[in-house]
């Protein structure tokens, strides 16, 4: 009877300290846009090993959808599409035949530090013939010395006879790990941040294609900083982020 009474005391102070931490922590409005990489020529450039699947994580949220009549948002609530900044980028990525938004939207959020810090739930664009969507994973933000953005996201896609005859040559090939680098290639948008201060460890896995699907993971985390735009690069997909202390941003 103790141990559950010490129990329940343990647990309940843990929701208490996670309600006193959102309560006490700063606010930012955030805005992502994620964007796929379709051009078939990179599936060439790497080796895509071990086999993938969207994990399990029981205590993550959703965003809610937006209540139009509303003149003020609560956390993690979508911010309508006048209030988001990544328009004109999003029209840009638009204009290249090989590149395709999977996912933008911005909310509001206290931001806490790592041990508090809640995962939201992303899933968006069609679901495909292998039941996944073709972006589904979590982002977690949170604050120490530093902003912290944590993706963990998984990109599915259909392949091409052609495009499952190059994973094929591929995957005869010894296995490897890529770390996620910047190309010329990709669009980038005006004020980009230099990618320093990454967090230790960052690498990206793929599985290996089926006869018609291939998934992709990205898991690459990015110390930043507020007010500048942040850009995170994967050879199939790439990541824009903006934070903006909820002081200084404008929300219409």
């Known amino acids: 009877m103790i141990r559950l009474a010490l129990f329940l005391t343990a647990l309940l102070s843990s929701g208490i300290s996670l309600n006193l931490q959102a309560a006490e922590a700063?606010?930012?409005?955030?805005?992502?846009l994620i964007f796929?990489?379709?051009?078939?020529s990179?599936?060439?450039?790497?080796?895509?090993?071990?086999e993938l699947s969207v994990p399990d994580?029981?205590?993550?949220?959703?965003l809610k959808t937006p209540t139009t009549t509303a003149q003020s948002f609560s956390a993690f609530e979508r911010l309508p599409s006048s209030a988001l900044l990544f328009n004109n980028e999003k029209q840009r990525i638009g204009r290249y035949d090989s590149f395709?938004?999977?996912?933008?939207?911005?909310?509001?959020?206290?931001v806490t530090s790592e041990r508090y810090a809640r995962q939201i739930h992303i899933k968006s664009g069609d679901i495909l013939d292998n039941g996944m969507y073709e972006l589904e994973g979590y982002i977690s933000i949170d604050k120490g010395r530093y902003l912290h953005f944590r993706p963990d996201l998984y990109h599915s896609r259909h392949l091409s006879p052609s495009e499952a005859e190059v994973l094929q040559h591929a995957e005869e090939q010894p296995p490897q790990q890529f770390t996620a680098l910047n190309t010329e290639e990709t669009p980038q948008p005006q004020e980009v941040s230099t990618p320093s201060a990454e967090i230790p460890g960052i690498t990206s896995q793929v599985s290996p294609f089926?006869?018609?699907?291939?998934?992709?993971?990205?898991?690459?985390?990015?110390r930043m900083r507020s007010k500048e735009i942040h850009y995170l690069d994967h050879p199939l997909m790439g990541i824009l982020v903006l934070m903006i202390p909820i002081s200084e941003a404008k929300v219409q």
Do not use: C
């Not at 796929?36 to 078939?40: L, M, S, T």
């Not at 994580?57 to 959703?62: L, N, Q, Y």
């Not at 395709?100 to 206290?110: E, I, S, T, Y």
């Open 210 to 222: 089926s006869s018609e699907f291939l998934t992709v993971n990205m898991n690459q985390g990015r």
């Open 36 to 40: 796929a990489n379709e051009d078939p």
């Open 57 to 62: 994580s029981p205590k993550s949220i959703s």
């Open 26 to 32: 700063p606010w930012y409005q955030v805005e992502v």
């Open 100 to 110: 395709r938004v999977l996912f933008h939207a911005g909310w509001l959020q206290p």
């Open 42 to 50: 990179v599936l060439d450039d790497e080796f895509w090993p071990t």
